[in-house]
């Protein structure tokens, strides 16, 4: 499958084949499969903060005993991770120095 060239910001879930189009973080070389599996953890992402922003206004939820905030987490680190698996040179970087995922697993 060929890949292509695609600039990501995960603040935004955006995925785009043009720099110039928003703001972003990363850039990947990925197949369509990948630009869609991709996609389906930001629209994940987007649905767990809505879940959380609704649970933040029933107090009797506390935060460290809420699986919405463990799936975020959960999501966050599998986009890192494949950010880092597809992601040139300078994204490998950013993601390596920062700790934003478990290298040995993203390989």
Same mark, same amino acid.
């Given at each position: 499958?060929?890949?292509?060239?695609?600039?990501?910001?995960?603040?935004?879930?955006?995925?785009?084949?043009?720099?110039?189009?928003?703001?972003?973080?990363?850039?990947? !070389?990925?197949? +369509?499969?990948?630009?869609? $599996?991709? *996609?389906?953890?930001?629209?994940? @992402? %987007?649905?767990?903060?809505?879940?959380?922003?609704?649970?933040?206004?029933?107090?009797?939820?506390?935060?460290?005993?809420? !699986?919405?905030? +463990?799936?975020?987490?959960? $999501?966050? *680190?599998?986009?890192?991770?494949? @950010? %880092?698996?597809?992601?040139?040179?300078?994204?490998?970087?950013?993601?390596?120095?920062?700790?934003?995922?478990?290298?040995? !697993?993203?390989?």
């Amino acid at each position: 499958m060929e890949k292509r060239t695609y600039y990501i910001s995960v603040q935004d879930g955006m995925i785009s084949q043009h720099p110039g189009a928003s703001p972003w973080e990363f850039q990947i !070389s990925a197949t +369509d499969e990948d630009v869609i $599996l991709l *996609r389906e953890y930001f629209d994940q @992402l %987007y649905s767990e903060d809505w879940i959380n922003f609704f649970r933040a206004h029933v107090p009797a939820v506390e935060y460290h005993h809420d !699986s919405s905030n +463990d799936k975020m987490d959960e $999501l966050r *680190r599998n986009i890192y991770q494949m @950010l %880092y698996r597809l992601g040139n040179e300078e994204t490998k970087t950013f993601i390596s120095e920062n700790g934003l995922c478990d290298m040995k !697993s993203a390989d």
